[in-house]
């Protein structure tokens, strides 16, 4: 593949995202990762490396790592409130059990998902 | 600033983040995006650019644009569960109140975030 053939794999309508691409990781360097990918991934591939090239491109100093940081940290906030919430809801359940004059069940009443999900940890900075 | 001057600030007993730098954006392209940051800025640039290429080395396709899609699903797995856990907590909140006699109040009652978080969109493809 050339990069004749890259530049096709980018809308001629898209002036910006060739670009992008260009100045970030530089045309011949775009082509040779290319060439080793299979063809059916190269279009997948240009998409992703014009997502990257223009968020490096807005932000020079974090690119695309800025995004995953945002998104870590709405991970970590909403597994925080669903436990909370979770936890409000274990709480009220027990509350009308021993209000009923029962036992509580040996195991927890289900909850809405949480707990095991892995938030974090992408970024290993 | 050059490629010299770009090289001491990645350790050097982390030789594969130099390679990978090297390989996905190519020095000159690096040393040119550091030359248009502040100093200070310049670590954190490098950083960043070398979690980016470390992702693109380990998934040539997607790079770390595989992160963000995961962490995008999982933050909208998580509203809807936090959202599914609040309004099973405003109907107890209702019945409550019914059970009292009482008239529900004008606004709900306290619940756990959610919702108003903007949840994905940050992925245009």
């Known amino acids: 593949m050339h ?3 890259f530049l096709r794999l980018i809308s001629p309508e898209e002036p910006q995202k060739f670009a992008n691409v260009h100045k970030i990781f530089g045309a011949s360097n775009v ?3 290319l060439n080793e990918l299979l063809p059916h ?3 997948d591939a240009v998409n992703s490396l014009a997502y990257e090239a223009e968020a490096r491109v ?10 995953i940081s ?4 709405q991970v970590e906030r909403l597994q ?3 436990d909370a919430a979770n936890a ?3 709480r009220i ?4 059990i021993q209000a009923a004059g029962l036992q509580p069940p040996p195991a927890a009443p289900p909850t809405h998902g949480g707990g095991a999900a892995a938030a974090g940890g992408w970024l290993g900075r």
């Open 70 to 73: 945002f998104l870590q940290r």
């Open 80 to 82: 925080k409130e669903l």
């Open 3 to 5: 990069t004749a053939a």
């Open 41 to 43: 991934q190269r279009e």
């Open 88 to 90: 409000d809801l274990i």
């Open 31 to 33: 082509t040779k990762l």
């Open 58 to 67: 807005r932000d020079p100093v974090y690119g695309c790592v800025s995004a």
């Open 93 to 96: 359940a027990c509350n009308d």
